[in-house]
């Protein structure tokens, strides 16, 4: 049997497919050189910004809002979550919209993000984070903690605290599950997130706040001056995404292949896409065989 040839840049679970799909995978979710390009740093760096002041302004403007009793907890809870769902449609393929420090970590440890870039990631979800509440701070003023993740009244930090785990733990591992083919039903992803997010404060948010995001109650904490609880929002959300990675592991394998790459990274190989995927369909129509694959393999990864 001849060699199979891996797409450079490849991961590991690509080893497992045909010939003929592996080079469409590589073709249309691009090479690791394109997600690691630091002249396109930039651009990522905005699309987390842009996106965790995005959130956090919904997040905490809700809840000061619904201290002062203009809206209802409902409302208050549901908003993040529809906010997320719209920044994964509309930018998540810029920069993989993580919002979220324990979401780059976990990303990190599935081998589906570069190291090297997790601390820009966390530095500026916080810089976006304390931009927003700034903005509510100029237009609200210093009322209801500038809307801070805090336990709920006749709730302990413990309890907060393993609240925060374990709804981490589900949102992350709701995060890697839909990554795993997130550029190819990115609709799909971005309702299972956004939804999830509404899900969980719709019935958690008296006990913890429902926060997830250390980058979410860090804004509120800094910019009110109330750090009374933050470590129950740091701890929570960054063991509750270990044990996501944990369950991944468990469920799905070692990540790093390149579909969880893309969606991780985020694609960034500017104008090539709409090539690449015309490429993809004179490929499947069998009017071009990619270098390296002979019309024997790719019959054969059809069979």
């Known amino acids: 049997m001849p060699d199979e040839v891996v797409p450079p ?31 396109l740093e930039w651009r990522r760096l905005f699309s987390e910004l842009l996106g965790t002041f995005m959130l956090v302004l919904v997040a905490a403007g809700g809840g000061i809002l619904h ?8 409302a208050a809870v549901v908003a993040p979550g529809l906010m997320v769902l719209g920044i994964i449609l509309f930018m998540g393929a810029i920069s993989g919209a993580h919002l979220n420090p324990g979401v780059s970590l976990a990303f990190a440890l599935r ?5 090297k870039r ?10 976006g984070a304390t931009l927003a509440c700034l903005f509510l701070y100029a237009v609200f003023g210093n009322v209801q903690h500038l809307g801070a993740t805090l336990p ?19 949102l992350v591992s709701v995060i890697l599950g839909t990554a795993s083919a997130a550029q190819n039903v990115g609709a799909i992803a971005a309702l299972g997130v956004g ?15 429902t926060s997830m995001n250390p980058a979410r109650s860090f804004g509120p904490a800094l910019v009110s001056g109330d750090f009374s609880s933050y470590w ?28 969880s790459y893309a969606a991780g990274s985020g694609v960034l190989d500017e104008g090539s896409r709409a090539a690449k995927q015309r490429l993809s369909e004179e490929i499947d ?19």
Not at 67 to 74: A, E, P, R, V, W
Not at 118 to 127: A, D, F, K, N
Not at 286 to 303: A, F, K, L, N, Y
Request: hydrophobic share 45%.
């Open 9 to 39: 840049g490849a991961g590991p679970g690509i080893g497992l497919l045909g010939p003929r799909t592996r080079h469409l995978l590589a073709l249309e979710f691009g090479d690791r050189k394109d997600f690691d390009d630091p002249r």
């Open 67 to 74: 201290g002062k009793g203009q809206i209802s907890l409902s």
């Open 111 to 115: 081998g589906d993000f570069p190291w």
């Open 118 to 127: 997790v601390p820009g990631y966390i530095i500026i979800q916080l810089v």
């Open 152 to 170: 709920g009244p006749g709730y302990a930090n413990w309890q907060a605290l393993l609240m925060e785990i374990v709804l981490t733990a589900v």
């Open 195 to 209: 939804g999830y997010i509404a899900l969980a404060g719709l019935w958690s948010a008296p006990v913890s706040g």
């Open 232 to 259: 129950v929002y740091v701890v929570g959300p960054i063991a509750g995404a270990l044990i996501a990675v944990g369950c991944a592991v468990v469920l799905r394998g070692k990540g790093g292949d390149a579909i």
């Open 285 to 303: 129509r069998g009017e071009i065989v990619p270098p390296g694959i002979t019309d024997t393999d790719t019959r054969r990864s059809d069979s």
